[in-house]
């Protein structure tokens, strides 16, 4: 696998360089400690990109046609209904925030 090393002073020049690379078929390896992109003292930037294989790539013209079915049919354990009961409680009134004062009997 073909290893490109990027080294520059100023970070403009720096993603100037990935990106160029990128252009030219690198990606940048995250994955391991020694290509990592790092930041060295005050204004050295460095990094390694390595070189994308072709099954990497995404060909269009290999692709027909993707198909995605999703299955959303219930099951009838599983499947939730509202019963006619649950339709007929009324619901629940907010309490008045505050003090509730005692009563007397």
């Known amino acids: ?12 020049d720096f993603v100037e360089a990935v990106v160029q690379a990128s252009k030219e078929g690198y990606e940048l390896d995250i994955q391991s400690n020694e290509n990592y992109p790092i930041q060295i003292g005050v204004g050295v930037y460095t990094c390694a990109m390595l070189m994308k294989e072709e099954s ?3 060909n269009e ?5 993707i ?13 939730v209904e509202d019963t006619p009961e649950e339709k007929a409680k ?12 005692k009563l007397k009997d």
Not at 1 to 12: D, F, P, T, V
Not at 61 to 65: A, F, L, N, P, Y
Not at 90 to 101: M, N
Request: charged letters at 40%; a negative charge; aromatic letters at 4%.
């Open 1 to 12: 696998m073909k290893r490109k090393e990027i080294q520059q002073y100023n970070l403009a």
């Open 61 to 65: 013209d290999k692709v027909d046609e």
């Open 67 to 79: 198909v995605l079915v999703l299955d959303v049919s219930e099951d009838e354990d599983t499947a």
């Open 90 to 101: 009324p619901k629940r009134q907010a309490q008045p925030k505050g003090r509730v004062p």
């Open 56 to 58: 990497d790539y995404c």
